[in-house]
């Protein structure tokens, strides 16, 4: 008998894909994905890309799943490979016996049910009968194109309405009570219907098949939502709403965000913010978290900014730190008092939206602030509970590398708000806070703040262009800097000589960029004016030296990400501890460490 294919994307969907290829391709990312040289033909440069359930190279075509993968480079049968991939998933293979046949033709079967009640209620909402419903939801600002896309629709106002028009298609009661649609009979009473009266939300999974259904309310009564209750497709704490479309989303770089209601996720999607998703009425479980991480390496989680927004960002970060890894981690951001993100949009629009997005803050700074907001700060005993709460938080941490990070950025914190210098001590402020020791080599003259951005970005430039060595090391986060059109044409000229250049010398980059003409931009990229560089940008300076403050300036641009990045350069060591690996988490480290001792960049005066 073939295996199901329930079980078959159950397996899939625990398997963490980078990982299994990970044990024979050394691979590092790139974005929301990995990248790596083909293990099925040979190749210097990585062609070879894993996505979140497929991998493909762009050199052979080779292309597929976990089991494919497993197949093809072990050379394992289908069912050897299934079954060692379920053995490492903690899965049981299911046997090949009648009753399992029987199983699955039964929730193929409720597939079809439930796809036929969603018909049903989309055509019940076009029709008279469903008027007030589509008022309802047209005053909450959807177009039709996402009604249809979410394929909302009306239940009805009666009850029985639902089993007599899928009678008529064969479907008998018992199996609409069986799809979660209608309360099985008791005591001899008829079965009842599940939604009346209600906006229905189909509730959709990661393949885009309906496997249950919320419904509003459009009276006084209460509960507001109602969800589906557990049915054999439908397990309520192991879904997300609107996953199938957040994960096409997240296919084409969207970010991921995870938000509290079927409207919020509706709006941000019309919105243009299609990788929002929001669980089902409940707080965040661990398989829902495991869901985002499959769509992205950094979800950012988006509350209230009320009490219980607070005290949902703080069940979400306890239940997130055992998990975390290098590889993956959490982001949070707040909404103002009394907005939601349906209520944001309307009023402030996509930008509204994208300016929390932007203000969202690592894990490490947000759960500080939250166990500060909770402990107290205002004496030394509290901050001696709170050090504790700090250290016991990062002892969560399963990735015990990662652990000691997350203590150092607390302590960091810690010192950074809590310990002054003693009087007179040097760099002692008036405010009472020491300035930390800034990299070497790097001068700092006054700049205003309005130009300090691009001022960071073209020494991010120089330093390229008299170090080009560097390239092949910064190149992803390089594409993500932000510059003006001049140095854009020569961030697109230098990556591209890179890529088929075997030597990258500065003389040799030069030469390049002359001849395509953009020499003059080059010249005004590299020289002193509106302000000289830093020393280490210049030619002469070590390669260690340039490197370090490159990540130091791309710190101060985008500090999430230099974190990202010295994550991963943290876990490239670790799989292969070279000189290379070696040197570039050196670098990495010391520009992080000077941005955590507090490092203020080119707007303040030494």
């Known amino acids: 008998m073939a295996l199901p294919p329930a079980f078959l994307d159950e397996l899939r969907a625990r398997t963490p894909l980078a990982a299994v290829i990970g044990r024979r391709v050394r691979l590092v990312r790139a974005g929301r994905q990995w ?28 292309h597929g799943d976990a089991i494919a993968f497993v197949m093809r480079s072990q050379g394992a049968s289908f069912t050897e490979a299934v079954e060692q991939l379920a053995a490492e998933a903690g899965l049981e293979v299911p046997k090949a016996t009648p009753a399992a046949a029987a199983a699955e033709q039964r929730r193929l079967d409720l597939h079809a049910v439930l796809a036929a009640a969603a018909q049903a209620y989309q055509r019940r909402l076009l029709l008279p009968e469903g008027a007030r419903a589509l008022a309802y939801l047209r005053g909450r600002g959807l177009t039709d194109d996402t009604i249809r896309r979410f394929g909302l629709g009306w239940s009805g106002e009666g009850r029985g309405q639902l089993a007599a028009e899928l ?38 999974d990661r393949r885009g098949r309906t496997i249950s259904f919320g419904g ?131 009023r402030r629009g996509a930008a509204g939206m994208t300016d929390i997005l932007a203000a969202a803050r690592p894990l490490s700074d947000a759960l500080f602030d939250m166990l500060r907001d909770e402990v107290g700060d205002g004496t030394p005993e509290l901050r001696a509970s709170l050090s504790k709460r700090l250290e016991a938080a990062a002892d969560r941490i399963q990735d015990r590398s990662l652990a000691w990070e997350y203590r150092n950025a607390f302590r960091a914190h810690f010192k950074e708000r809590y310990r002054k210098p003693p009087r007179g001590a040097p760099g002692r ?28 970005a073209r020494n991010l430039v120089a330093i390229l262009l008299n170090h080009p060595a560097l390239l092949h090391d910064v190149e992803e986060a390089f594409g993500t800097v932000p510059l003006s059109a001049p140095l854009a044409r020569l961030r697109a000229a230098m990556l591209e000589w890179s890529a088929g250049t075997e030597h990258l010398d500065s003389a040799g980059l030069m030469s390049h960029l002359t001849a395509i003409g953009l020499a003059a931009e080059a010249a005004q990229a ?7 560089l830093p020393e280490c940008a210049a030619p002469n300076a070590m390669p260690a030296e340039a490197e370090e403050i490159w990540w130091h300036f791309f710190g101060l641009m985008h500090r999430s990400r230099l974190d990202e990045e010295v994550a991963q350069a943290r876990s490239a060591f670790e799989r292969r501890p070279d000189a290379a690996a070696q040197r570039r988490l050196v670098s990495l480290r010391a520009a992080q460490e000077a941005l955590n001792r507090g490092e203020q960049g080119l707007e303040t005066d030494p």
């Open 35 to 62: 990248k790596g040289c083909c293990p099925f033909h040979g190749e210097k440069s990585p062609s070879f890309h894993v996505y979140e359930d497929h991998y493909h190279c762009f050199g052979c075509g080779e």
């Open 167 to 204: 009678s008529r298609e064969g479907i008998p009661p018992a199996m609409l009570a069986e799809a979660g649609l209608m309360r099985a009979a008791e005591d001899g009473r008829q079965a009842t219907d599940m939604f009346f009266s209600r906006v229905m939300f189909p509730i959709r």
């Open 216 to 346: 509003r309310t459009l009276g006084d009564g209460q509960p507001k939502y109602v969800n589906g209750p557990e049915t054999a497709l439908f397990s309520k704490r192991r879904t997300l709403f609107a996953l199938d479309l957040a994960r096409e989303a997240a296919r084409t770089g969207a970010a991921v965000l995870a938000v509290e209601g079927y409207m919020d996720v509706i709006a941000l999607h019309q919105a243009g913010l299609a990788g929002a998703v929001a669980p089902l009425g409940t707080a965040l479980t661990e398989e829902q978290l495991e869901e985002l991480w499959r769509l992205s390496p950094m979800p950012v989680l988006c509350f209230d900014g009320d009490g219980a927004g607070a005290r949902a960002a703080a069940r979400a970060a306890e239940l997130a730190l055992p998990a975390l890894t290098a590889e993956r981690s959490l982001k949070l951001a707040t909404l103002p008092a009394g907005e939601d993100p349906d209520t944001l949009v309307r």
């Open 429 to 456: 402020t008036g405010g009472g806070t020491a300035l930390a020791a800034r990299p070497r080599g790097l001068t700092r003259p006054t700049i205003a703040p309005a130009d300090a951005a691009a001022e960071r």
């Open 526 to 532: 590299r020289s002193a004016s509106p302000n000289p």
